[in-house]
Structures are given as structure tokens and as C-alpha cells.
């Protein structure tokens, strides 16, 4: 990738996805862990007020890329260079989310582990029709957003202090994908591994395409398609296996 240049706003901004983020994670994580219940519309409301935060953010570090008169092509704004090493990693992505919706919806048990999380440290998931139209507005944003922000600036900036050599990017991917995977910690832990091991694998698309197309429409697939197939497979599931309900008659 091309080395860009780096300014005090970017270092302000750094700070901000690298130090103010992960204490707010931190603070979801414990909601999280408490199991606090929340209605349906509510989880609509924080679908879109995470979906605005998450364009506004990402519409703010493009303006502050481009303020110095950098190019968005630095920040993956281009058509993406192909290679073999390409197509296998997008192989790679594929195999590695159709074996995760085999594990977690494969069998009755488990799928049933699975409505168990989703009911505890997964609650903001869409749990029906009207929740996933709504929540399809999040899947964008964070497609979109996510990868702005983690692929295409905090890459480059890592670059810019660990030098544009092969080291130098492993190290950007694995500080990038691990910081990411952080974010995510209210999912719980497997969802975090899960996370970190996907985001080296776009990570690793992004410096090689040295675009965002490939890992911004991998993104927002993955999170449509898992919000669809959670709902259509876990409401298969009868009223009486659901253990929490039973305590609750």
C-alpha cells in the first residue's frame, strides 16, 4: 500500500478509535453480562442511532483524510487489484462463515446454544420480521462504516508508524482485526476469536486489493445474513424448548 503521511488530526482521531472506543466497549460489555432486557422498540432505536453514529463517524474521517489533500485512494477508494492470493482469501472468508452458521444452527442443540446467547450476550439481534427490516439499516452502516474506519484508516495509519513492509503490515492487520474484535466483546468471547480471525482475513483483502470494495460488501453480507438466518432458524424452534421461557410460566 501506499505510505500516507500523517497529521495531528489523525492522530486525534487514532486516539479516539484506539483508547475512547474500547473503554465504551468495555462499558457495553458489562450491560451485556448483566443480561439487560430490552424492548423491541428501544432495539430499534439503537439500531439506527448505532447506524447514524457509525455514517457520521466514518463521513468525519473521510473529511479529515482529505483535509491535508490526501487521495481516497489511499484509504482503499479504488477499483481493487486482482491476484490469486485474492481469490483465495475471498474461498477463505466463504468457508469460514458457511462453517460457522453450520456450528451454530447445524443441530437442534445447537441451535438451541445458540437462542440460549442470543437471548443473553446477543439480545440486540433481530429476533423477528420487523426487527431485521430495521436492523438491515445497521448491516449497511456497519458494512460500510466498520470498514472505513478500521480497513481504510486505521491501516494506513498503523503503516505510517510500523513502515510499508511485509512485517509492517501483518503487524497493521493484526492490531487492526484484534482492536475490531475488541469492539465486539459484548457478543462474548467465541464471537470475539470468531471476529478476530474474519477480520485478518479482510484485513488481509484489503492491503492486497488495496480496496474496499471486496471487504465492505463481505461485511454487509455477513451481518444481513446472519440477522436473516438467525430469525428463520432459531423461530423453528418449539415454545417448550426454550428453558428461560418455562421459568417464567
Known amino acids: 500500500m501506499v505510505l500516507s503521511e500523517m497529521f495531528l488530526i489523525d492522530h486525534i482521531v487514532a486516539i479516539v478509535i484506539c483508547v475512547f472506543a474500547p473503554i465504551l466497549a468495555i462499558t457495553t460489555r458489562q ?17 439506527h442511532s448505532n447506524a447514524l453514529l457509525l455514517f457520521v463517524f466514518s463521513l468525519v474521517v473521510i473529511t479529515i483524510w482529505r483535509i491535508p489533500g490526501r487521495s481516497l485512494t489511499g484509504m482503499g477508494f479504488s477499483w481493487p487489484q486482482w491476484s490469486p492470493v ?8 466463504f468457508l469460514f462463515y458457511t462453517l460457522d452458521i453450520f456450528f451454530q444452527y447445524g443441530f437442534r442443540r445447537w ?9 443473553s450476550t446477543l439480545s440486540l439481534v433481530p429476533a423477528d420480521s420487523r426487527e431485521l427490516f430495521h436492523f438491515l439499516v445497521l448491516a449497511f452502516a456497519a458494512g460500510i462504516g466498520e470498514e472505513i474506519i478500521f480497513r481504510g484508516y486505521l491501516i494506513p495509519y498503523v503503516l505510517f508508524w510500523t513502515g510499508n513492509t511485509p512485517s509492517g503490515a501483518i503487524t497493521a492487520c493484526l492490531f487492526a482485526s484484534a482492536l475490531f474484535a475488541f469492539l465486539h ?13 474474519l477480520s485478518i482475513l479482510l484485513a488481509a483483502i484489503f492491503v492486497l486489493s488495496q480496496s474496499l470494495l471486496f471487504v465492505v460488501v463481505i461485511h454487509t453480507m ?6 436473516w438466518i438467525g430469525i428463520y432458524i432459531l423461530r423453528q424452534i ?12
Not at 36 to 43: N, S, Y
Not at 87 to 93: D, K, M, R, T
Not at 111 to 119: A, F, I, S
Open 31 to 47: 450491560m451485556a453480562v448483566e443480561e439487560i432486557q430490552i424492548e423491541p422498540d428501544d432495539k430499534i432505536k439503537l439500531y
Open 86 to 93: 485474492i481469490l483465495l482469501l475471498l474461498i477463505a472468508v
Open 111 to 119: 441451535r438451541e446454544k445458540t437462542l440460549r446467547q442470543r437471548n
Open 185 to 197: 466483546g459484548y457478543q462474548g468471547y467465541r464471537s470475539m476469536v470468531k471476529i478476530f480471525f
Open 222 to 227: 455477513i451481518d444481513i445474513l446472519s440477522g
Open 238 to 249: 418449539p415454545q417448550k424448548e426454550h428453558p428461560e421461557n418455562e421459568t417464567d410460566t
